[in-house]
């Protein structure tokens, strides 16, 4: 199987209101390319960044979970696979 993350990214899952997923989205569009975010279902989403913005991706997603009461979960990076 070949993964679909390689060790470069690494990834998280934000669990949000699904009124609040529009919000989060513009936040991260207005980042700077910090990060990618894919929407698995409702408000359970994966945000995949850069290894290098790691620390940044980690404080705003932080303010997040204290501003919306969201729930974050690391993931390993390579686990994602396809096949």
Do not use: H, W
């Not at 359970?44 to 919306?68: F, K, Y």
Request: glycine share 12%; charged share 25%.
């Amino acid at each position: 199987m070949a993964p679909l993350v390689d060790g470069d990214l690494v990834l998280y899952r934000l669990l949000v209101r699904s009124a609040d997923v529009v919000f989060v989205k513009g936040i991260f569009e207005a980042s700077d390319g910090l990060c990618c975010m894919f929407a698995e279902k409702g408000g359970d989403l994966l945000i995949a960044a850069p290894r290098g913005r790691e620390q940044e991706l980690v404080e705003l997603l932080n303010d997040l979970t204290s501003e919306l009461g969201a729930v974050l979960e690391s993931l390993p990076g390579g686990a994602k696979t396809m096949g």
